[in-house]
């Protein structure tokens, strides 16, 4: 049903005003009383479905409710949260959120090449900045609902911020967001940022990452709140070496684990990273060479390609402990995450 709906509906929209009706239709149905968690009971069981806490993954102090969850960038600013845990996913990732609000890149700035259901983005991180973004945690965690959700916040430099000040950009995010998520996601890979993947040579991401570390510390500490664990999100496109350093740098600076991969500059499709199937072999090759530098501790979060629960198993045998998708969700609708976590939920 919902492939008849995207290929005579979504298909013939622009991909960023059809992303932009889903998105408000999530947030809409998430916050619609009694009727939302009707649906994440008929969707969603496992969220709550305490039998199957032994399949979990434990992370922060916390179950994390199912393996499979939502990548940066669908959600920038926080709104969709409870719809799309009605919708099955485990966990949700929002941002990439900046210190300050900002528009975006000029559109047009979202393309989807359909014969492999892949996807191109130069979105160039829009969205309504840390304080703004911060109000609506606020909102969300003052409700039972919201605490139970599974919560990463993924920040980024602000455009207009030089590269010199980056740490500071990214500080401010943290004292801000830290108090409201889960875990801490600094994107020093996105590349409709000009500049900010040169941020990821480790001697620019060692003071980015242990000002961002001690900005989130002490906003934690001020609000009574455990201690966030602190990631870092890299791209596909390093070399094995200078994987191998940032994995160094994790291990050196005591990180609580990386988010493996963002998008590829890797093609000749036109502008814009590109997501889905194409970078899934990249994608699995870092988490492995991560996994093997790493060693046991650290979390690896795998993203890249992920279509089917076969894919997701080939992350977590390559290294991952948790796995998450966005591009995906555009092919394959709203019940995608449900038969992703109840496969993975039923065999690891």
């Known amino acids: 049903m919902y492939r008849f709906v995207f290929r005579h509906v979504f298909q013939k929209m622009d991909p960023e005003v059809a992303h932009t009706w889903v998105h408000r239709g999530i947030t809409v149905a998430g916050k619609v009383p009694f009727v939302a968690p009707l649906v994440q009971r008929a969707v969603a069981s496992y969220i709550d479905d305490t039998t199957l806490d032994d399949r979990r993954i434990e992370f922060a102090g916390r179950r994390v409710p ?98 010199h ?91 609580d684990g990386v988010v493996a991969v963002n998008t590829t500059i890797n093609h000749d499709r036109g502008p814009g990273g590109l997501s889905g199937p194409p970078e899934r072999q990249r994608g699995l090759e870092v988490v492995r060479l991560l996994r093997q530098t790493l060693g046991d501790g650290p979390m690896i979060m795998g993203v890249g390609g992920i279509s089917t629960a076969q894919d997701a198993t080939a992350y977590f045998h390559a290294g991952a402990n948790l796995v998450q998708g966005y591009t995906g969700f555009v092919y394959n609708g709203p019940l995608w995450a449900r038969r992703i976590n109840k496969a993975l939920l039923g065999t690891r």
């Open 66 to 163: 199912a393996p499979f969850g939502l990548a940066g960038g669908f959600d920038k600013d926080a709104h969709a949260v409870l719809g799309l845990t009605m919708l099955g996913f485990g966990f949700v990732e929002i941002g990439t959120v900046t210190a300050r609000p900002q528009p975006g890149n000029d559109k047009p700035r979202m393309w989807r090449d359909v014969a492999d259901e892949s996807l191109r983005n130069r979105m160039g991180f829009n969205n309504r900045g840390a304080q703004e973004v911060a109000h609506s945690l606020r909102a969300l965690r003052s409700t039972a609902r919201g605490r139970k959700v599974f919560l990463g916040v993924n920040i980024g430099k602000s455009k207009v911020t030089p590269p």
């Open 165 to 255: 000040e980056a740490a500071a950009d990214y500080a401010t995010s943290a004292s801000l967001l830290a108090p409201y998520a889960d875990y801490l996601v600094v994107n020093v890979s996105s590349p409709n940022t000009p500049g900010l993947r040169d941020l990821q040579a480790v001697e620019s991401l060692r003071p980015i990452l242990a000002t961002t570390r001690e900005a989130a510390d002490t906003a934690t500490r001020a609000a009574g709140r455990r201690r966030v664990p602190l990631l870092v999100k890299i791209a596909p496109d390093l070399a094995d070496d200078d994987v191998v350093q940032v994995a160094q740098l994790v291990t050196e600076l005591e990180l």
